[in-house]
């Protein structure tokens, strides 16, 4: 693996004015230069990361669209339960929420510099023989991320703006444009991609921050399959059946370019992320959105919160040197669904425990074949959030019977200095647990005390409140100590080989006519993504197709939970106000589940705000006041 540096271009744009310096891929440009600006390789590298810097911004992949917009679905919510801020993952937004314009500002600005791009290039003079690959394969680039910019705007507000030329003046009326229906929309994004796809680099060992021929093609089978979708109008001559089949082939075609992968461990492709590292072998992170500073000076310049708002609840306020989870609010829970996806739903159970053993149901405390791997890494049984101060003695308190007798102890960590695991009813939601301070008398330790035949490990416990590990700080693993920093190194997935074998396969379950074709493959590629989770499979359901359909779509919840792609996969099958409405109801008790009242009821409030408006964001007050060719979307 190599630390990913290969763009380190310096420099933003020096048009005149000493702007910080900056990677390729992290910047944030004001200016994109126009006509007669692009005379060598250099310069149409400096333009292209302006078109590129807008996935790099704290308000989309960085923070606004990746997480408040995009990540509060049936398996995920917003834990803060003290925040009274209206916001897009509470689902009490407004047309008036600022994070919800300055996510379509920077989708606009993103394809603004992408048009102004395209027509300097188009019009520049540079002999071919000055670069090093061919001026079509910049240009690809560029209008390929301008239709992804409109694909999600189209995806999450329906009927947008559809702007595919550079203004030529600074005059108000450049501004004044209707919207175009979202299904018009999607059919350029597909016909623009399928234009330049053979024109991109075929090579993926360079970072997957720039965008490479098998990314467009896995895409393209996104967005297929979203036009496929329940909420998106047919577009003439071209029926859902055909959207399936076109999402099937160009998923198909990733599949055979034999490029990507997936790593044998399902951890280490976020371990790789977290480390800024990438993987030549395996490839299965096909495309990031990459952030390679921490704001700690001005060359470290960086808009990702990656890890600091959704990460392991790590904080506190002195000893940064010793910290294990550098900080992070810890933001993110998983939900009681998302939980039984990965405990409960599609099990074979394992046939080495016996009817009324503890570990009856296949939960091995061993872990590693009968527990969901993903469900370790993804929901572990523990923070940094400590216990209490052993200055003080004050800690998680637990009274248990030994004997006759009540027997309390305490248990103590300092905050972020050690593994915190969740407890609740006199058990532990992880067989170890390290740095329990011992040098307090009547401090517990589990590994040691005479009591620990009474301080049970239960995988169980606290299942509906752990935080969403994926992009854990954990000092082993980031390699740096940060302090109380906001911002990360921590980069995110907008495509990931797994998520092509799934759309794959289910472009293939629900296209009769070409089953023929691939749907023995289909089953083949699928089953890979379970069997690397380390669960067994009832292969009964992988022959019918209404039981293919739920096993396909309860995958794509356990492998790609935190990812932002739930929530528009909850909407184009038609059901997402239904699943976030189950969810709301799907609270665990102390009978069924370890009960956690604060955190699950305000879940269940924010879920409790969803309808049927909420399939669609709406269209930002400010922007109506400036483009009045715009109306409001329905039902807001």
């Not at 910047?27 to 600006?37: F, K, L, R, S, W």
């Not at 909407?571 to 409405?581: A, E, P, S």
Request: glycine fraction near 8%; include cysteine.
């Amino acid at each position: 693996m190599k630390i990913k540096n290969i763009y380190k271009l310096g420099a933003l744009m020096m048009f005149g004015t000493a702007l910080s310096a900056c990677t390729f891929l992290d910047t944030d440009p004001q200016i994109i230069p126009g006509e007669g600006y692009y005379t060598s390789e250099k310069k149409l590298q400096y333009g292209l990361a302006g078109v590129y810097g807008s996935l790099n911004s704290e308000a989309l992949y960085g923070h606004y669209y990746s997480l408040q917009i995009s990540n509060a679905d049936d398996l995920c919510y917003y834990a803060n339960y003290n925040s009274t801020d209206t916001r897009p993952d509470r689902y009490n937004h407004t047309a008036g929420t600022a994070v919800i314009y300055d996510t379509w500002l920077q989708l606009y600005k993103g394809i603004k510099n992408a048009n102004e791009y395209i027509k300097g290039v188009e019009a520049s003079t540079i002999a071919p023989e000055d670069l090093s690959v061919g001026k079509e394969r910049y240009l690809a680039e560029a209008r390929f991320l301008r239709a992804y910019y409109h694909f999600l705007l189209a995806q999450a507000w329906g009927d947008v703006p559809l702007r595919v030329e550079s203004a030529t003046s600074p005059n108000p009326e450049d501004v004044q444009l209707a919207a175009t229906p979202q299904e018009e929309v999607l059919k350029w994004c597909v016909d623009e991609i399928e234009s330049i796809v053979d024109d991109l680099n075929e090579e993926v060992d360079e970072t997957p921050s720039r965008v490479s021929k098998t990314v467009a093609e896995g895409i393209l089978a996104r967005i297929y399959l979203f036009m496929a979708g329940e909420t998106v109008a047919e577009v003439d001559g071209l029926p859902k059946q055909e959207m399936y089949k076109k999402a099937a082939e160009w998923a198909y075609a990733v599949i055979e370019s034999k490029k990507h992968d997936l790593n044998p461990s399902y951890d280490q492709v976020f371990i790789n992320m977290i480390q800024d590292k990438y993987d030549e072998q395996y490839h299965e992170s096909m495309w990031e959105a990459e952030f390679l500073g921490d704001r700690t000076s001005a060359d470290k310049w960086t808009n990702g919160r990656i890890g600091d708002l959704i990460g392991l609840k790590s904080q506190g306020g002195s000893n940064y040197s010793e910290w294990a989870c550098n900080y992070s609010y810890g933001y993110y829970n998983g939900s009681y669904s998302l939980w039984q996806l990965y405990s409960e739903e599609d099990r074979v159970k394992d046939d080495t425990y016996k009817e009324g053993d503890e570990n009856e149901g296949g939960y091995n405390i061993a872990g590693e074949l009968v527990i969901d791997k993903r469900r370790l890494w993804n929901l572990p049984g523990y923070n940094y959030r400590g216990f209490g101060d052993t200055g003080t003695g004050k800690g998680q308190s637990i009274t248990y019977k030994q004997g006759d007798a009540n027997v309390t102890r305490v248990l103590l960590q300092e905050k972020s200095m050690y593994k915190t695991p969740w407890v609740y009813q006199n058990k532990f939601a992880m067989p170890e647990v390290e740095g329990l301070d011992q040098t307090v008398e009547n401090a517990y330790n589990p590994g040691t005390d005479a009591g620990q035949d009474d301080f049970i490990y239960e995988p169980n416990v606290m299942c509906a409140i752990r935080n969403a590990g994926k992009w854990r700080r954990e000092t082993i693993y980031e390699k740096q100590m940060s302090a109380k920093n906001l911002y990360t190194t921590i980069n995110f997935p907008i495509l990931r080989y797994s998520d092509v074998l799934l759309m794959f396969a289910e472009a293939v379950n629900e296209c009769p006519d070409i089953q023929g074709l691939y749907l023995a493959r289909a089953k083949e590629e699928f089953m890979k993504v379970r069997e690397r989770a380390g669960i067994e499979t009832d292969q009964t359901q992988l022959d019918d197709p209404q039981a293919f359909r739920a096993l396909i779509r309860n995958e794509r919840g356990r492998e790609l939970a935190f990812e932002g792609l739930r929530k528009y996969d909850l909407i184009r099958w038609g059901i997402f106000v239904d699943k976030m409405r189950q969810a709301g109801n799907n609270i665990p008790r102390d009978n069924d589940g370890y009960y956690n009242k604060t955190y699950t009821n305000f879940a269940a409030i924010s879920y409790g705000n969803v309808s049927e408006r909420h399939i669609y964001l709406p269209i930002p007050t400010k922007e109506l006041a400036v483009n009045h060719a715009l109306t409001q979307n329905p039902l807001w």
